[in-house]
C-alpha cells in the first residue's frame, strides 16, 4: 500500500515560502509531515520574516493536501527512535536539534516496515545519511525473506528534476529564476550549473 509522502521541515519551509506548493504536490502527491515538523514549520515562520508566508500555506494545505502524523509514543515507532538515535523516544523528544528529520525518517520506517511504500523528502546531510542507512536495512530484511515494503529518498532536486519531467517549470530561465529564491533561503543547496536542472537530456 502506498502512504503519502513525508515532509521534512527545511524543504517544506523553502517551497511554501516561495508559493511553490503546488509544484511539491505536483510531483509528489498529497503530503504528510509528523506533528514535530509543523511545529518546526510555524516556529520558522514566526522567527524569520522570509518564512512568514509557509505558515499560512501550512494551514491552508491541512488536512485534504497535508496530513499531520501524530508524534505519539506507540511500540513501533518508540523502537525505530532508539534505534537510530541510540535513546529512548521520550528522552528524544526534548531534544528538538533535528528532532524533525528524525520522526520523519521514523514514521517511514514504521509504514515500511508494515509491509507500505513510502518516500520521504529530506535534504539534510545527517538525515539523508540516517534515512539512506535505514533503507539499505530495509533491503536486507527484504533480502532474508521478510515481507517488508519500501522507503525511498527524495530531496529538493529530485523533485525538481521531476517537476521538469512533468511540465510543472516552463523552460530553463524560469528553473534559474525558481532556483535563486530556494538558495535565497536555503544555502545548503549547491550552485545551479553544478546540477542537473541544466542539463540538455532533462529538457529534451
Do not use: C
Amino acid at each position: 500500500m502506498s502512504h503519502r509522502p513525508i515532509i521534512d521541515a527545511g524543504p517544506g519551509l523553502n517551497f511554501l515560502s516561495i508559493n511553490q506548493e503546488r509544484l511539491l504536490i505536483g510531483v509528489l502527491g498529497k503530503l504528510s509531515a509528523p506533528e514535530t515538523v509543523q511545529r518546526e514549520v510555524f516556529d520558522k515562520a514566526r522567527q524569520d520574516e522570509r518564512f512568514r508566508a509557509a505558515a499560512g500555506i501550512w494551514r491552508k494545505l491541512a488536512p485534504n493536501w497535508m496530513q499531520i502524523l501524530s508524534d505519539d509514543q506507540t511500540p513501533e515507532l518508540a523502537a525505530v527512535v532508539q534505534r537510530i538515535t541510540r535513546q529512548p523516544m521520550a528522552e528524544r523528544l526534548k531534544r528538538p536539534k533535528d528532532l524533525g528529520e528524525v520522526m520523519v525518517i521514523a514514521h517511514a520506517v514504521v509504514i515500511a516496515e508494515a509491509g507500505g511504500r513510502v518516500t520521504v523528502l529530506i535534504d539534510d546531510g545527517e538525515g539523508a545519511r540516517t534515512a539512506t542507512s535505514e533503507i539499505n536495512r530495509l533491503e536486507r530484511l527484504r533480502r532474508s525473506g521478510r515481507p517488508v515494503g519500501t522507503f525511498t529518498l527524495v530531496g529538493t532536486l529530485s523533485v525538481l528534476e521531476r517537476a521538469v519531467q512533468k511540465k510543472q517549470v516552463s523552460d530553463k530561465a524560469d528553473m534559474r529564476h525558481l532556483y535563486r529564491r530556494l538558495r535565497e533561503l536555503d544555502d545548503g543547496l549547491p550552485p545551479i550549473e553544478t546540477t542537473r536542472l541544466l542539463s540538455p537530456d532533462l529538457w529534451r
